[in-house]
């Protein structure tokens, strides 16, 4: 491209500057070839007109496009030079407050000498784990990119870290050291990684010192060395010295300092343990008195030096060797106050100036005398003679104490070898050869580099100055790495990202293609002509340096043609509004102005005329009263003629008004008459049509309804249809007699008003001709009364209208009479409800805040408890691999092995035992405490626990003893009557053996019955369900016939129970002859026979009818507790849809403050929502009913096999013919089965012996879908099951061998399967439940409200264990804390891909270049990469694990809650810590992605959860994306929005916040500062970051079952048949 091209107009360039070293400038006219001049503009709107160098053909740097501004690597900038990196650094560190940037393989750091929220834990946990290009830049990155090429390649790592004085070397190697000491934790028992960082505080005692720049500058060069284990794990750390500024010790400048060490040791002589030395201030001394102020502000000597003793101790080093070392500091103090007579010695004591280069060598070349070094390593003082030693003799006394430490601190020093004549080694040599041992010490490991940048010398907080950070980065290499990356390709964008975000360059014939790639590869063909400047890859196109500014050039100029022509547009639309608004007005102005001229000339015409008037009526009034005088006679006499013949008139037409009134009703009649005539006419025509019509139809509808499926649509509803229409004629029937009886009433009364006006007529006629000579009698009387009635009106008149004024006058006065006593009771009432309220709000708040309290003390100390067992389980967890790993260690051939069937964790399980055995085994206890070790016996919590219950034992046992002395005593007494009843003869033994055949035979024929009964009604059922099939029909039809023959075979039985039935009774007769035996009742017979009704048949009706009793009124009670259930579940969700609808209607009134773009872009999203919404609903349903067809599919095929063995089984008794003593044997055995299933008590038998193979079967070995289609929580129910039997037959042993076991299989199988969620959960709920079971038939009548009478048999009658339901609940936290961890370790890295990066909404997330650190997951086609319904799938597999398995709902809702509290913290935290994503399309894309997560918690009716509003913090950050961010109203409006984030996180976000689109503006450093007033007020936590680790404490509430263990199956399938039904 040439000059032409890219200088054009609007084009930014970069002008030097002698202040602000470059400067920005527009061109504002287009560059020609050959121009001695650029037309320029600078920022402050002053032209500028830029001289150019034709020979030097150099142009103004370009200046970058804003969308690269602020770029995290300055290798994504398409510019690579100085001005751009220098703008790009300062925009970062003054607007967004960064001060970490990548340069490629480089960080750059930028000193902001303020403490900053970004170092804590909860940061390192961020970034620990991430790739380099997923995080922001920082400190944080660099040392987890070395920690992992460590991990990976198996290759040493070096972090350089360089800069000037004051820039922060120090602090950043502090902070790596810090992050490695936390994600590398130390696993031997010394703590390394504290001896790290302790290191810290000894060597800036011993090498820093105050200088002009600094504080605390490092003098001399520190190269630390860290190891690590196999485990990558800390295990020792190194620390070299290099190059330290030796000269300090003898000469300071002026404000500066020597070593800290020499301060703290002054500040600390009044030290009992210092006396001796003989120290005073530091002024006293002049090796710390040179520079002048021996005091630095804001450090106090004395408390660093408690640190630095601290340090000491805490890395092993001896008391002893401490004092020998402040021994010698305080000597050199002393050697330094001695008065030197040959002033050569004192030259030889001052011999570096400070900060001058010149002359080093030479500066250097003194060497150090051999005879001196001789002296001091024959010194008597052990210390001193240590130091001078050759390196081979030092190298014992770098570690201090035998195994004490494994951290050492030494000066790299080449070895010394024997001084000559020859060679003399001088202060220059130590320093070459120091250089060149570091040097190689680099070479061998892979090298990160860290430059720290000084930004002012004045140590002033977030000041930049441009000419000290320019000088910087040419001196320290960065600006060369720039230069090397823009020889290459620097800037790499993905197909998929480029061709979003240059579209707009694409022509429409290219869009239609469906290959991006190659859509791509022609525009850029197109564009850019020079094939150099870009590479097509195989996912990412690479250009060279500029292309990609040329390329946003080239979509700016698009865009502004764009703008261009839409403002055209809209202004041309302005203009005309604006004229058509002008001429409107002038026409009015017209209007008005000519209606004001008309209406002048109209008033003297109008005047004009008047005069002519008031001639004329002048003229004429004379001439019109003589007039008048006539015309009034002349009035008078046709007045009275004509008022005579209009009377006669009127009377005429008062005649013929009558008759006409007459024949208008008469005529009106007749019309009524026909009309009705007509229409009965048309309705019976219209009916016999719509009849001949109907048939018509009726005979179609017959052929059409011979179709059975026609006839079964139409029958849906028809009976309804009948009913509502026979219903409807009966209204219209009765309706219809209603209007007939009142037309009947009507005639009648017209009838008969029509003869009354004929007889009125007839009198009238008669009347008038009498009546005429009255005429003018009456009519003067007429008027004589006329003018009494208006005289009359007058004085009424008068007298109302002074009514009504003193009415009017009353009632004003009553009605302020009123309005003030209304005034006074509302006051009386008001302050009554004052007081009142006062009074209730006081007492309420305090309550309130009562309640809080509590609750909130309770919180805190369930999760101190919990974690507590964390920390348990943590330790026994770790206890447990140091045990493996001695057990590796010490295996030899002779090693002796524990027996292969004990368990791993046995010896952890000594859980409170119940036991009453012998004194023994308390002292087996102590012995195994003594042979373990007091370490392991304080691992085990319970063991105090046991030895404590096992003394109230023996207490216990005492007590027995002499209380069954007592009995005995008692019982020696009543030896005689219990002889008596004891005995029973050997005939009535036989008898009851007889009826007790006939009770189990009619009972097996009974449940028989039954069980066929249910069988075929179950097929009947499924077939009609699938009545369609043709195959399901045929199957069912012989299922029929089977169940048929098997009714017949039942049948059979039943004649059989008959006959033996009867040959019982005989035998029974028999036996009663020769006894003294009650007779049965003759009024009771049997049902089904003629046979009389033995005794104890009458006692098992009455216990059936009292069993049928307990039965209904149990089925009543579950009926009650159903409708109260649902009761309160309607209640609920009346509470959710009223809450519901106050967050619709919040939302709603903040959507109304909101400005019309946002509102539209809110309804939107609202819309997208509910589309989706019901999108879901339609997926749930689809689920359902494939899962409901599933497992009807299944049970079928079970009645199938059930049917089949039945089949196979009567074949065989048919086929095979078996003996009478054989069969009646056989009978016998199935009656006692049966017996056994009739009288089962809820209890399981099993032997001592097969207590592993228990374990073994129902927990060791056990899968989750092995009892899947059985009752949930089937192992619980089992185990309980054999708890009450050991508690039956009050076995103490047992029960704690049983339960012991069961809880170290449980933890043995949680530890084999500690990432198996399925696994994890079905135990959680099983041990849950065995929890509950242990609660509900404890006997405790606080777990037994909600039990049956049949429950309530099934309790624990000897045995309390309490104890051990406190160990199932630490067992079930421990589960709940790792299935939370499973299902955060499955989460956790979908979050960040999908709900930040994963483009839920097409076409909104914008797109920039990426520089030398590319992101890990890109956003698409990567397969790494997560979507929203990825997440939404895995919690659907939770849930329906969960549910599945029977865990408690409540325990559901904590689950969730705490996995959305990880999804909120951990892409919070990752929005905190990452630039690319804070914009405006990511807020809308994350809040889609949040509105799908709190429809799915809709979904599953997990509102109650909480676990929504966890998410409120990012959802208010989605929002802080999306608002305006310009006025102090939006500033006002994000604080009262934003009341769940810190104020830390919000201006963070705000810095943070990065446009991707020209209409987009960035935040402004001002709007930040008014945000910061106005939350001053907040009193927010420090940390920037969410704890992502935090858990909830988890609650189990008791959760009563309603199954009863007599109603418990053992299925085949789970290899339990040594367990006996009791």
């Known amino acids: 491209m040439s000059a032409a091209q890219l200088y054009t107009k609007y084009t930014r360039v970069w002008i030097p500057d002698p202040d602000e070293v470059w400067r920005s400038a527009e061109i504002i006219k287009d560059y020609k070839e050959g121009d001695k001049s650029l037309h320029l503009k600078l920022e402050d709107e002053t032209l500028y007109e830029y001289p150019l160098d034709l020979q030097g053909n150099e142009l103004p740097f370009l200046r970058n496009p804003d969308i690269l501004v602020g770029e995290n690597d300055l290798t994504a900038l398409s510019y690579l030079h100085e001005p751009a990196v220098l703008h790009n650094l300062k925009v970062r560190f003054l607007e967004s407050n960064h001060i970490y940037t990548y340069c490629g393989i480089v960080l750059v750091a930028i000193n902001p000498y303020e403490q900053l929220p970004i170092y804590e834990q909860d940061v390192i946990y961020a970034y620990s784990g991430q790739n380099g290009g997923d995080m922001d830049p920082h400190i944080f990155a660099v040392a987890e990119e070395a920690y992992k090429q460590m991990a990976r390649d198996e290759k040493n790592q070096s972090i350089i870290v360089s800069g000037e004085s004051g820039a922060g070397k120090t602090v950043s190697a502090k902070y790596a050291m810090r992050f490695f000491a936390t994600v590398g934790g130390s696993a031997s028992e010394t703590n390394i990684e504290a001896k790290v960082l302790a290191s810290s505080p000894i060597m800036e005692a011993i090498g820093n010192a105050k200088t002009t720049r600094n504080d605390n500058s490092s003098r001399f060069g520190k190269y630390i060395q860290i190891g690590f284990d196999k485990r990558y794990h800390i295990s020792g750390a190194n620390m070299r010295t290099y190059l330290l500024e030796k000269s300090r010790v003898v000469f300071q400048a002026e404000d500066e300092r020597n070593y800290h060490i020499f301060y703290q040791l002054c500040a600390s002589a009044s030290l009992p343990e210092f006396k001796d030395l003989g120290l005073t201030c530091a002024e006293d001394f002049f090796y710390t008195s040179q520079g002048g102020d021996t005091s630095i502000d804001g450090v106090d000597d004395a408390d660093d030096f408690e640190k630095t003793r601290h340090a000491f101790t805490l890395l092993g080093v001896k008391e002893s060797h401490q004092t020998a070392i402040f021994r010698i500091i305080a000597a050199i103090l002393h050697l330094g106050n001695l008065e030197i007579q040959a002033g050569r010695d004192r030259e030889f004591c001052s011999v570096l100036v400070e900060y001058q280069s010149e002359g080093f060598l030479e500066k250097n070349r003194d060497t150090v005398y051999e005879e001196q070094i001789n002296i001091l390593k024959a010194s008597k003082y052990q210390m001193v003679a240590d130091l001078f030693q050759d390196e081979k003799d030092a190298a014992s006394t770098s570690s201090v104490g035998k195994g004490s430490s494994k951290i050492s601190v030494r000066s790299a020093r080449p070895v010394i070898k024997a001084a000559n004549k020859e060679h003399k080694k001088t202060v220059g040599h130590q320093f070459r050869n120091s250089l060149n041992l570091l040097m190689e010490t ?394 009142l309220c006062q009074s209730e709000d006081e007492f309420a708040q305090n309550t309130v805040e009562e309640n809080i309290q509590i609750k909130k003390e309770l919180e805190e100390e369930r999760f101190r408890y919990q974690n507590l067992v964390k920390e348990y389980s943590r330790l026994e967890q770790r206890y447990d691999n140091l045990r493996d790993e001695m057990t590796i260690i010490k295996q030899a051939p002779g090693h002796r092995r524990n027996p292969s069937n004990q368990s791993s964790l046995e010896s952890d399980s ?292 059930r049917v089949q063995d039945f089949e196979s089984d009567m074949a065989y008794t048919s086929q095979a013919p078996v003996p009478a003593e054989r069969r009646w044997h056989e009978r016998s055995m199935q009656t006692a089965v049966q017996r056994k299933e009739k009288d089962f008590q809820g209890m399981l038998e099993y032997h001592k012996e097969d207590e592993p193979l228990l374990i073994r079967n129902l927990i060791t070995d056990l899968k989750p879908q092995t009892v899947s289609a059985t009752v ?83 309790c624990l009658k000897n045995f309390d264990l309490t104890e051990y339901r406190q160990v199932l609940s630490h067992l079930s936290i421990q589960i709940y804390q790792q299935l939370i961890k499973i299902a955060e370790a499955i989460l956790q890295p979908m979050i960040v891909s999908a709900v930040l990066e994963n483009e839920s909404i097409q076409g909104l997330s914008g797109v920039k270049p990426m520089g030398y650190r590319n992101r890990s997951s890109s956003m698409a086609n990567g ?151 106005h939350l001053q007020e907040r009193n927010d936590p420090p940390q920037l970051l969410l704890d992502f680790k935090h858990m909830f404490p988890v609650m189990f509430p008791f959760n009563p079952s309603s199954i009863t263990m007599d109603l418990i199956h053992l299925p085949a399938s789970l290899n339990l048949e040594f367990l006996n039904r009791v």
């Open 1272 to 1354: 949930p929580c089937l192992p619980a129910y089992i185990l309980y099951m054999c708890i009450r039997h050991a508690d039956y037959i009050n076995d103490d042993q047992k029960v704690h061998s049983l339960l012991t076991s069961t809880i170290n299989g449980v933890k043995k199988v949680l530890k084999k399967h500690s990432e198996d969620f399925e696994m994890t959960s079905f135990w959680l709920a099983n041990t849950c439940r065995l929890l509950h079971c242990l609660k509900q038939y404890s006997g405790d009548v606080g777990f037994m409200t909600r039990n049956t009478a049949k429950q309530n048999e099934h």
């Open 910 to 1201: 000594n859980y409170p035992s119940i036991s009453t055995s012998e004194i023994g085994d308390t002292e087996d206890v102590i012995q195994k405490v003594e042979e373990v070790g007091m370490e392991k016996a304080a691992m085990d919590m319970n063991l105090f626990l046991k030895l404590q219950k096992r003394v109230r034992e023996l207490e216990q046992e005492r007590k027995k003893l002499q209380a069954q002395l007592e009995k005995k005593e008692k019982e020696s007494k009543k030896s005689q009557v219990i002889e008596t009843k004891t005995e029973v003869t050997s005939d009535h033994e036989d008898f009851a053996y007889n009826s007790l055949k006939r009770q189990e035979l009619e009972s097996e024929n009974k449940k028989l019955k039954n069980e066929l009964n249910e069988l075929r009604k179950a097929v009947a059922d499924r077939a009609t369900q699938n009545n369609s099939s043709n195959d399901i029909q045929e199957s069912y039809n012989l299922l029929l016939n089977q169940l048929k023959s098997a009714n017949e075979e039942l049948e059979v039985r039943k004649e059989e129970v008959l006959i033996l039935r009867t040959q019982i009774m005989k035998a029974a007769q028999q036996k009663e002859t020769g006894k003294n035996m009650e007779k049965i009742s003759t009024n009771a017979s049997w049902p089904n026979s003629d046979k009389h009704v033995d005794q104890e048949d009458a006692i098992e009706a009455y216990q059936a009818m009292c069993e049928t009793n307990r039965l209904l009124e149990a089925q009543l009670q579950d009926q009650r507790r159903e409708h109260e259930e649902e009761l309160e579940a309607m209640k609920s969700q009346v509470d959710e849809l009223q809450e519901e609808m106050k967050k619709q209607h919040q939302a709603f009134l903040q959507t109304l403050q909101l400005s019309p773009e946002v509102q539209v872009e809110f309804g939107l999203e609202q819309e997208i929502t509910r589309l989706t919404n019901e999108n879901l609903d339609l997926k749930e349903l689809l689920e359902k009913l494939e899962k409901n067809e599933r497992k009807l599919k299944k049970q079928l095929k079970i009645y199938m096999k």
């Open 442 to 835: 680099l070479n061998d490991t892979t090298p990160h580099y860290v430059r720290c940048i000084k930004p002012n010398d004045e140590k002033l907080p977030f000041k930049f100055d441009p000419k000290r950070a320019v000088q910087q980065l040419r001196a320290c290499g960065v600006l060369e790495t720039i230069h090397i990356s823009a020889a290459g390709f620097p800037s790499r964008w993905s197909y998929h990202d480029f061709f979003n975000r240059y579209r707009v360059l694409m022509k429409k014939r290219d869009l239609s293609k469906n290959d991006k790639k190659q859509i791509c590869q022609t525009l850029l063909k197109d564009l850019i002509k020079d094939l150099d400047k870009f590479q097509f890859g195989h996912t990412k196109i690479f250009f060279r340096a500029g292309q990609v500014a040329y390329l946003e050039k080239l979509r700016a100029d698009k865009f502004r043609a764009a703008t261009i022509m839409i403002q055209k547009t809209v202004r041309g639309w302005l203009q005309r509004v604006k004229y058509q608004r002008l001429r409107e007005a002038a026409v009015i102005i017209q209007r008005h102005t000519r209606g004001h001229l008309a209406r002048r000339l109209a008033e003297h015409l109008r005047r004009t005329r008047a005069a002519i008037i008031f001639q004329k009526q002048y003229r004429m009034l004379r001439i019109h009263r003589a007039f008048q005088r006539v015309r009034s006679a002349t009035i008078t006499i046709q007045a009275f003629a004509r008022g005579m013949f209009v009377r006669r008139i009127y009377h005429k037409i008062l005649l013929e008004h009558k008759a006409t009134i007459l024949q208008k009703y008469t005529r009106g009649w007749l019309a009524r008459t026909r009309f009705r005539r007509l229409r009965g006419a048309t309705l019976v025509l219209q009916c016999y049509y719509r009849r001949m019509k109907a048939k018509r139809e009726l005979k179609a509808l017959k052929i059409e309804a011979l179709s059975a499926q026609h006839l079964k649509k139409l029958n849906v509803g028809m009976e309804n249809k009948v009913v509502q229409l026979q219903r409807k004629i009966d209204e219209q029937n009765k309706e219809y007699k209603l209007l007939n009886e009142q037309l009947s009433i009507l005639a009648s009364a017209h009838s008969s008003e029509v003869e009354k006006l004929k007889k009125e007529l007839v009198q009238y006629q008669q009347s008038q001709q009498g009546h005429g000579n009255q005429l003018v009698s009456l009519q003067e009387e007429m008027e004589h009364l006329r003018l009494e009635l208006e005289k009359a009106h007058g004085e009424r008149k008068l007298v109302e209208d002074s009514y009504i004024k003193e009415k009017d006058l009353l009632r004003k006065r009553i009605a302020d009479l009123e309005e003030e006593n209304t005034l006074l009771k509302e006051e009386k009432e008001e302050l009554n409800s004052r007081i």
């Open 1423 to 1573: 397969d790494s990469s997560y979507t929203l319904d990825s997440i939404i799938r895995q919690l659907n597999t939770f849930h329906s694990i969960m549910s599945d398995h029977g865990l408690d709902p409540e325990i559901v809702q904590q689950v969730f809650k705490q996995l959305f509290y990880m999804i909120n913290a951990v892409a919070l935290n990752n929005l905190l810590l990452r630039k690319d994503v804070c914009s405006w399309s990511t807020g809308m894309q994350m809040r889609f992605n949040i509105s799908q997560l709190e429809e799915w918690l809709r979904g599953k009716n997990l509102q109650q959860s909480g676990a929504a509003q966890t998410l409120e913090p990012l959802i208010q950050a989605a929002q802080l994306l999306q608002l305006k961010k310009k006025t102090s109203e939006d500033a006002e409006a994000i604080c009262s929005l934003c009341t769940s984030l810190t104020t830390q996180q919000i201006v963070k976000i705000l810095n943070l916040y990065t446009p991707v689109n020209e209409f987009e503006e960035r935040v402004t450093v001002a709007f930040i500062r008014d945000i910061q007033i």
